[in-house]
């Protein structure tokens, strides 16, 4: 409920004011926005503030929901948030994403996940296929997969189709 909420909240945010325009101008083209007399370094820090709250609430409810305090909780999640926003349509090149987008990756990759987890998939394998999902994802983003596919296309039709001897 609380992610849900701070969806929503954040939505809103992005969507409706000036600061969230600003924060999609700064992530599409920082120098741009800083010569068209947006305060670049103040937005940043507000964005980094917010960050830093979402960080503290997602602690408190995890203090909360397991009566212990952790320093090591989030180890090694980074990948699957970068694979959530991704899968969602972020573009890691910048100015491109929605938290619509967001939400819908991060509900996918929570269902990948719990797949591979209960059909026992090695942890080592799981990121190797997690990786794969975030390479193919931004191929597909960038418009680089047909690009790449013609060129494994172009290798098997050069590779000599005889019988082996």
């Known amino acids: 409920l609380f992610f849900l909420a701070a969806c929503g909240l954040f939505a809103l945010l992005m969507g ?4 969230g325009r600003y924060v999609y101008a700064i992530g599409g083209n920082e120098q741009a926005t800083r010569l068209s007399g947006v ?3 103040r937005v940043k820090i507000a964005v980094y503030a917010l960050s830093g709250m979402l ?12 009566l212990q305090g952790k320093p090591d909780a989030g ?4 990948l699957d948030a970068i694979a959530a926003v991704v899968i969602g349509g972020t573009s890691l090149m910048g100015g491109k994403g929605s938290l619509g987008g967001t939400l819908v990756g991060v509900l996918i990759f929570g269902f990948l996940s719990n ?4 059909n026992n998939i090695d942890s080592n394998t799981q990121l190797v296929l997690k ?7 931004v191929l597909l983003q960038e418009g680089q997969a047909g ?4 060129q494994l296309r172009s290798l098997v039709r050069r590779s000599p189709a005889g019988p082996p001897a």
């Open 16 to 19: 409706t004011t000036t600061f």
């Open 39 to 41: 305060a670049v370094d």
């Open 55 to 66: 960080a503290s609430l997602a602690g408190v409810l995890y203090t909360a929901q397991y």
């Open 75 to 78: 180890e090694g999640i980074e």
């Open 115 to 118: 797949i591979l987890q209960l």
């Open 131 to 137: 990786g794969a999902i975030i390479l193919a994802a």
């Open 147 to 150: 690009h790449l596919m013609g």
